[in-house]
Nanobody, 127 residues
Framework: QVQLVESGGGSVQAGGSLRLSCAASGDTYSDYCMGWFRQAPGKERERVARIYTDSGTRYYADNMKGRVTISQDNGKRTVYLQMNSLKPEDTAMYYC????????????????????WGQGTQVIVSS
């Protein structure tokens, strides 16, 4: 089992940047699909990006490509989400999630496939 703690959220103006962090603990940082999701008020939780711990292979939601970069520091057991050119519509609670995934991250596209979640970190983008 893995525990996740997010940090790095905050309030920024449109066009600004933020870097979110997700520290994992409790299990070996291996064979996990690590994902970032977000949920705005009144909307469903949507995927943002994910990365496989062992290979570093990355996947991005189409609407986030070019503005976000997911990365990890295996030694620190930490996943990052760098977000640039932020827009007011990026305002949401951002969640880190994890799923044991022996063969990679490719098919992990829905929130339901991730059993482990952090508490979330709020991002507010003002115009």
């Amino acid at each position: 089992q893995v525990q996740l703690v997010e940090s790095g959220g905050g309030s920024v103006q449109a066009g600004g940047s933020l870097r979110l962090s997700c520290a994992a603990s409790g299990d070996t940082y291996s064979d996990y699909c690590m994902g970032w999701f977000r949920q705005a008020p009144g909307k469903e939780r949507e995927r943002v990006a994910r990365i496989y711990t062992d290979s570093g292979t990355r996947y991005y939601a189409d609407n986030m490509k070019g503005r976000v970069t997911i990365s990890q520091d295996n030694g620190k057991r930490t996943v990052y989400l760098q977000m640039n050119s932020l827009k007011p519509e990026d305002t949401a609670m951002y969640y880190c999630a994890a799923s044991k995934a022996r063969y990679g991250c490719g098919g992990y596209t829905t929130a339901a496939q991730f059993p482990y979640w952090g508490q979330g970190t709020q991002v507010i983008v003002s115009s």
